[in-house]
């Protein structure tokens, strides 16, 4: 069963400054991974898909793969403090999405 | 524009009562269905999924049911609440098993 694996637990970063969250699995035959944010026990808004090693960028946000190093990223440029949320990285693998425990993001003004 | 709501937003209900949760999707013909649950703290967990009208697959068991009676519609139920049914149930659609899902407000439960 894929083991998804978020780091760091939580992250404080000064608007402007860059903020990069990573994320472990277990299982490196799965292609479809995600990030998603989470305002306080809300829904989930999903910020990038990428189906393949190398880099999807959508706006500010950009995700790295690295599958042989079961490694995907997410890189936040220029962060605003409305983008403090829990970001979930989501690993889908036989039909079922597997997500990590989330990182806490806090952007001070 | 698909919209996808969930009702009732939050419930409070006692140990042992009976429990349906509901999920709509407007704006999207035959679309796959999810249900999520969340403990307070905890993981996401993929409940169920459907790909069409009638036809529900488990993925959790956590003395929960799920039906979909119509193309447009998803429910998850239960006849006897636990309390560790207690924590956020959250309904997400999407196209096909490539697209990210879309995600509802969401429900919270607290089982009492």
């Known amino acids: 069963q894929q083991k998804v694996q978020q780091s760091p637990e939580s992250l404080t970063v000064s608007e402007g400054a860059m903020a990069s969250l990573n994320c472990t699995f277990s299982?490196?035959?799965?292609?479809?991974f995600r990030w998603y944010r989470q305002h306080s026990a809300k829904g989930l808004e999903v910020l990038v898909s990428?189906?393949?090693?190398g880099e999807k960028e959508e706006g500010r946000f950009t995700a790295h793969l690295n599958r042989a190093n079961l490694h995907v990223s997410l890189h936040i440029r220029e962060p605003q403090p409305s983008d403090s949320a829990v970001y979930l990285c989501?690993?889908?693998?036989?039909?079922?999405?597997?997500f990590g425990d989330g990182t806490q993001l806090v952007v001070k003004p | 524009a698909q919209t996808i709501h969930q009702w009732p937003v939050a419930e409070i209900k006692a140990v042992g009562s009976p429990l349906s949760l509901g999920c709509t999707i407007k704006?999207?013909?035959?679309?796959?269905l999810y249900w999520y649950w969340q403990a307070t703290g905890g993981t996401l967990q993929q409940l169920f999924y459907?790909?069409?009208?009638?036809?529900v697959e488990s993925v959790v068991q956590l003395n929960l049911s799920a039906s979909r009676p119509k193309d447009d519609q998803f429910i998850l139920s239960t006849e006897k609440l636990l309390l560790s049914h207690s924590g956020f149930y959250l309904c997400?659609?999407?196209?096909?098993?490539?697209?990210?899902?879309?995600f509802g407000e969401g429900t919270r439960l607290s089982v009492l």
């Open positions: 997400a659609w999407s196209r096909n098993n490539n697209q990210a899902p879309l």
């Open positions: 459907s790909i069409t009208v009638g036809q």
């Open positions: 990428i189906f393949s090693d």
């Open positions: 989501a690993v889908n693998s036989n039909n079922r999405i597997f």
């Open positions: 704006g999207k013909s035959s679309p796959n």
């Open positions: 299982d490196g035959t799965s292609n479809n």
